[in-house]
């Protein structure tokens, strides 16, 4: 006869939806989405944009989005808003990092904003973080590029016009500054636009032209624009 008191008691076995629970624990995940502003820029709401298919080719996908509703909730007009968005995938990796320029907010005014990935398909992300990396007023942002058409003439000249607005209340003066570069990105010249008396909440059209010396060819441009002080 076995003394049941001799008999060694198997170790509690776990059950096996302890064992997923567990495993579950254990395996990365991506961060739960989030989308932040600041004391002036606020979003009210955000969310990943559903996959949609091009209707030209049903294979191609659209590209991940984040859908967000941004407003200015201050009393000043915010001249132009950088946002930089993360986008990861299942396990918590990051897939992709994009920056996102807003212009023109003025105060208490909202607006809808797309925030596109550059490399990855809507399937292909699971979450993301987006936050305000800078926003900037226009007090120190005035004037601001709108539109820059360039071409070659005849006679191998470059050739620009271009629009600039004054997003700000005040009349101010301004300077367009291009800079040309050769495919080496050797600056090989720059031009410089004055555009006087620029109204409040008005464009201003300019227009250059730019012969480069013998030998060069230009290959890109870079513009920029500042106050006149």
């Known amino acids: ?26 395996l990365p995940k991506p961060p739960e989405p989030s989308a932040t502003g600041n004391a002036q820029i606020t979003v009210f709401k955000h969310a990943l944009v559903d996959a949609l298919s091009d209707p030209q080719d049903n294979s191609k996908k659209s590209p991940a989005s984040v859908e967000l509703a ?12 950088v946002f930089e968005a993360l986008f990861y995938d299942g396990e918590g990796n990051i897939l992709d990092s994009v920056r996102h320029r807003e212009v023109d907010l003025p105060p208490g005014r909202s607006r809808a904003i797309l925030i596109k990935s550059l490399q990855y398909e809507s ?75 620029i109204e409040p909440d008005m464009i201003r059209q300019y227009d250059l032209v730019f012969k480069p010396q013998e030998g060069d060819t230009v290959a890109s441009y870079s513009f920029a624009i500042g106050d006149i002080v």
Do not use: C
């Open 1 to 26: 006869m076995i003394n049941l008191s001799d008999v060694e008691t198997p170790p509690e076995s776990v059950s096996s939806q302890d064992q997923v629970i567990e495993l579950a624990k254990e």
């Open 123 to 197: 399937e292909k992300v699971a979450s993301y973080a987006v936050r305000l990396v800078r926003a900037t007023t226009t007090e120190f942002e005035k004037v601001q590029l709108r539109r820059q058409d360039t071409w070659t003439t005849e006679t191998g000249e470059e050739a620009i016009h271009g629009i600039v607005r004054n997003v700000s209340a005040v009349k101010t003066d301004a300077a367009v500054v291009v800079t040309f570069y050769d495919v080496n990105k050797e600056n090989i010249g720059t031009k410089v636009v004055l555009l006087r008396d």
């Open 70 to 81: 941004i407003g200015n909730v201050s009393d000043t007009a915010i001249a132009a808003a």
